[in-house]
């Protein structure tokens, strides 16, 4: 308990260690530790910094220093503070932490790790909180703790008297802190925990009530955007023509900062028009001249040796996976207001530490003086790991000495903005007689920037340091690569080339294309050692729960039943950060299907139904979990299918959702089904990314089956699409969100 006026309450814990379910020895180094570990280990110290405080009115306050982007972990995290403290939970406020470099590794929103991190000491802080609002109420009614109950937000003593918690909180505080042990609730009392709620925010979200960051209204923040180069990371030359852009209608200031021209203006229709009225010769950038194709050769060329073939009988496939946009729907913006001897800044942020330090480094400003708020997100899956946008905001903000709300044109984040890294995937399995001997994988990637580090100043530098960044990939991959098979000696390594790229941690970073290459090579042993894929992967299974969900999906999906020519069932599984996944889809590639006629879109093969089997261990929100599910498979669809860049001459092609052809309606499944499983642990695992690595090796054995031919580059219609210009009849002149006429 903290010495406060009102009921404040915190948790202070000892790292456990995690036991593991079979106890079974293997060189896979995540059965031990692994990414989710090292992370919620990092957060512990810090957690007697985040509170839990009653207020007056009843309500229940807590500053969740973690950002909300749409995966809804205020809502789960609201119902952790319902079920310990026996509140409604309507009347629990979660809102976002400022940034607090005092949490050093406890802020970064990340790996599937908040529900994880947060789950013990949210909770703990809430008993204590129980804890003392039932002693205030003992002292008041003057009968022991012991007979008195809290339900709904009302503590009931003897004859039936009542006190709110609001009435009790400042009772309840004290004037020094001082320590308090409690028990938390048994997970056979739950009645809020592992229940199906609807979001929190849900009805705000959905009706334009929920404001996000381009909703505040920051005095004098006027709107503002940036011409940016023709090709990536290029920067300024020359402007010809400033002062004739500077006074164009509704423009206030126009000025060269380290990523382009950035204009401010009434409102962001006169930026677009400030911007394409530029004039500005540019320098080259980090990827001049850079193509599909020298990627390619680029990353085949840095591949480790996988070994010499030996005498056993094997299978082997080398996979390339093009780079992706990693693109969220709200598009990146960030509102700063800077002073000389301040600043304020608004933004989405998943690591608000880091960018606060950077912002007070690149100012000049003591860290103290910079405030940076966290406001709620449209989307990421890892985007918003990084702060390009807020950075500009700052600097534009300095250099015109005015608040500026600054938005990136949807075109600048497909074409400047975070990628998922073009990789290649070489496989080998070794076997004999049913028994597999090897398996080795070389997986190869344009370099993941990890400059977020862990979420604050001092790691983030390490990850960006010429050895530490090499450190860190490595740790990273090894961290989070698991091998569910038992398949011999088992060698899997990175190799990263290429740092002319814009990357980051897209949603699940490497998993997705070295789960897809891992499980279509599982099916080709499968058939090379005449078995079935299904019965296959249950037998050679590490473990129970990976067991339970791959016969639950092929249960609920009926695999094996008879389906028409050009059309087949894949199944696929995925295991990482205390989680199991399994997808099975049926795909549909007959040719009536693959060339029907979808306007403005791409068509191709269909997924017409899948079933998604999740272990996360203890479903805080199942329907939360059903939901992070359904984006998973989508997920899975695009990266399998349709979803990737096209990089030609130092720049790619694809600007925005009209030509990146992420998964639409057309291409959804009409049937889905989501099974969460029943909980073999009383903690929660990784839920918000992990499914995207099954469904998207699903769609691909699926696709291979009803072909006849195993997928080897995705997306796998990436070599279909045609970017030449097309006749339009009758001509449409441009609109004002084509892309913008300077970075063509």
Not at 565 to 583: L, M
Request: proline share 7%; glycine share 10%; net charge neutral.
């Amino acid at each position: 308990m903290l010495a406060a006026p009102t009921l404040v309450t915190a948790a202070e814990l000892a790292p456990a260690p995690r036991a593991r379910a079979d106890g079974l020895p293997s060189p896979d180094v995540t059965r031990l530790v692994d990414l989710n570990d090292v992370m919620t280990a990092a957060a512990l110290p810090t957690s007697g910094l985040i509170t839990v405080e009653v207020l007056r009115d009843g309500t229940v306050s807590f500053a969740l220093p973690r950002a909300e982007v749409g995966q809804g972990i205020t809502t789960s995290t609201a119902m952790l503070i319902a079920e310990e403290l026996d509140v409604p939970l309507e009347r629990v406020r979660v809102t976002l932490a400022d940034a607090r470099p005092e949490l050093l590794f406890n802020q970064l929103t990340g790996g599937s790790n908040t529900t994880v991190s947060t789950y013990t000491p949210v909770r703990v802080a809430a008993a204590v909180a129980r804890h003392r609002l039932l002693r205030a109420a003992a002292a008041e009614f003057g009968v022991p703790a012991g007979e008195l109950t809290l339900r709904a937000g009302t503590v009931v003593g003897p004859a039936g008297r009542t006190l709110g918690i609001g009435a009790l909180s400042g009772k309840a505080a004290g004037p020094r802190t001082q320590e308090v042990s409690v028990d938390l609730k048994p997970r056979e009392r739950f009645a809020v925990i592992g229940r199906s709620h609807n979001r929190v925010d849900a009805r705000d979200a959905v009706t334009g009530r929920k404001p996000f960051t381009m909703d505040l209204d920051v005095p004098d923040a006027e709107p503002t955007m940036v011409c940016r180069p023709p090709t990536i990371n290029g920067t300024v030359g020359s402007v010809t023509n400033l002062d004739e852009v500077r006074a164009m209608p509704g423009v206030t200031d126009v000025v060269v900062i380290s990523t382009g021209v950035a204009v401010r203006a009434r409102t962001f229709g006169r930026c677009i028009d400030a911007v394409r009225a530029l004039r500005v010769s540019w320098r080259a950038g980090t990827a001049e001249g850079a193509s599909d194709a020298s990627v390619l050769r680029q990353l085949r060329a840095a591949e480790l040796p996988i070994g010499l073939p030996t005498p056993a009988p094997s299978v082997e496939g080398e996979f390339t996976f093009h780079f992706r946009s990693n693109s969220a729907l709200e598009p990146n913006c960030a509102i700063a207001d800077v002073r000389a001897d301040r600043a304020e800044i608004w933004s989405s942020l998943k690591s608000p530490i880091v960018a606060q330090q950077t912002i007070a480094a690149r100012l000049r400003l003591p860290v103290g003086a910079v405030t940076v708020h966290v406001t709620e997100g449209g989307g990421s899956f890892g985007r918003k790991l990084f702060f390009d946008a807020t950075l500009e905001a700052a600097e534009v903000s300095q250099k015109t000495g005015k608040p500026v709300k600054l938005m990136w044109h949807r075109a600048d984040d497909s074409r400047q903005g975070r990628v998922h890294p073009m990789a290649t995937s070489r496989v080998r399995v070794t076997y004999a007689g049913g028994t597999v001997l090897g398996y080795r994988q070389r997986h190869t990637t344009v370099a993941t920037d990890l400059g977020h580090g862990l979420g604050e100043l001092f790691t983030a530098m390490a990850a960006r340091l010429p050895v530490g960044d090499v450190g860190f990939s490595q740790t990273f991959f090894h961290l989070s690569q698991s091998m569910p098979y038992r398949f011999g000696a088992d060698s899997r390594l990175l190799n990263e080339t290429g740092r002319g790229f814009n990357t980051g941690s897209m949603r699940n970073v490497h998993s997705p294309d070295v789960t897809c290459a891992r499980e279509l090579i599982v099916d080709r042993l499968a058939a090379g050692m005449g078995r079935d894929a299904f019965a296959f992967r249950r037998d050679f299974l590490r473990d129970a729960r990976a067991r339970a969900v791959l016969e639950k999906a092929a249960e609920a999906g009926d695999w094996g039943r008879s389906m028409p020519d050009g059309t087949a069932q894949g199944i696929a599984v995925h295991t990482e950060y205390h989680s199991a996944h399994a997808v099975l889809v049926e795909i549909d590639c007959r040719p009536e299907t693959v060339g029907r006629r979808v306007r403005d879109g791409v068509a191709g093969p269909r997924v017409t139904r899948a079933v998604v089997a999740a272990d996360l261990g203890l479903a805080v929100n199942p329907r939360g979990v059903e939901a992070q599910m359904t984006g998973c498979l989508m997920d899975g669809i695009a990266l399998a299918l349709t979803s990737g860049l096209h990089l030609r001459d130092g720049h790619f092609l694809e600007a925005s959702w009209d030509n990146y052809f992420y998964t639409r309606q057309w291409n959804t499944p009409p049937e889905v089904r989501v099974i969460v499983m029943p909980p073999t642990t009383g903690e929660p695992g990784g839920a918000g990314e992990l499914g995207v690595a099954a469904s998207m090796a699903a769609v691909a054995c699926a696709y291979g089956r009803a072909t006849g031919t195993m997928p080897t580059t995705f997306p796998i219609n990436h070599g279909t699409l045609s970017f030449e210009p097309k006749p339009t009849v009758p001509p449409v002149p441009p609109s004002p969100t084509d892309g913008l006429d300077h970075v063509r």
